[in-house]
């Protein structure tokens, strides 16, 4: 098939690379033209504009965008839906609101063209691993697709047969599943990031209880000294939380037991934020995914006036005097009593 591929950064890229790689046809655009020329020495079609990725492809046109939520992939959405016409495909692979995707669906149906919502999950391995896809749209664009996907998922890869699957979906055990009408792809997605955040979370504080192990706040005969990149890779091999989460934080603690090269400032790039606000339109305690997006926010910041607040109070009522960080002589928070 012939595919258009806007966005070729990280994952926009390597998605163009794995379609090649499967025989399908590459006309590639981003506003930087070094990567589409890397890509024309793979097979692509570079071109310069969005005019000209439309005219470059044969109708009915497939156009999938990779671009960052928001402005950009508005705007690019804007002025495809004056290029393509009826029975056209358009795509959103980025990690884009879900109600946005039904807005776009409607106004774009309106032209005849087809919207798809799919939530794209791999990251920089999904060109050797494959990519988990998450759609949401017409049934019958999504299965007029699906070589397209065929190509992107990584198949059955290794993962066992779940027993009691007969007569669903077979896709999902391909790592590819049509999950409903539009919005439906970027809502599954969403939610996938917000568990993310939570397990990413829960490992975080796992090391960080472990790496104290040894803190002088314990007394002496308490203490104990644990390699922290040995227990991550003992940890991959036959543990209950074996993942592909694990296996990134035993490459980083086995290169970097002290994670030096990083600040631990965390961002977050929305999809936690939507998932908590889903969980309170729907009135779903989600007590976990609200505190890992917390904890991103708190990370990147000093001490708040929040905190100052909580010192003042428990010296007021029990005359606890902030102490001194061992390492960085700054005022501690004070946050328990």
Known sequence: MHIGIVGLGRMGANIARRLMLHGHACVVYDRDAEPGRRLAGEGAKPVDSLAALAQALPA??????????G?????????????????????????????DDIRRAGQLKAKGIHYLDIGTSGGV???ERGYCLMIGGDADVVQRLDPIFVALAPGIAGVSATATRQQRDARAEQGYLHCGASGAGHFVKMIHNGIEYGMMQAFAEGFDILKNANSPALSPEHRLVIDVADVAEVWRRGSVITSWLLDLTAAALAEDPQLAG????VADSGEGRWTVQAAIEEAVPAHVLTAALYARFRSRQDHTFAEKVLSAMRKGFGGHVETLK??????GSGTSG
């Open 60 to 69: 009915p046109r497939i156009v999938w965008l990779m671009l960052p939520a």
């Open 71 to 99: 402005d950009s992939t508005e705007a690019a959405i804007a002025e495809l839906s004056g290029l393509l016409g009826a029975g056209d495909v358009l795509i959103d692979g980025g990690n884009t609101f879900w109600k």
């Open 125 to 127: 391995w999904g060109l």
């Open 326 to 331: 061992p390492d960085a002589g700054k005022m």
């Open 262 to 265: 990083y600040s631990g400032h």
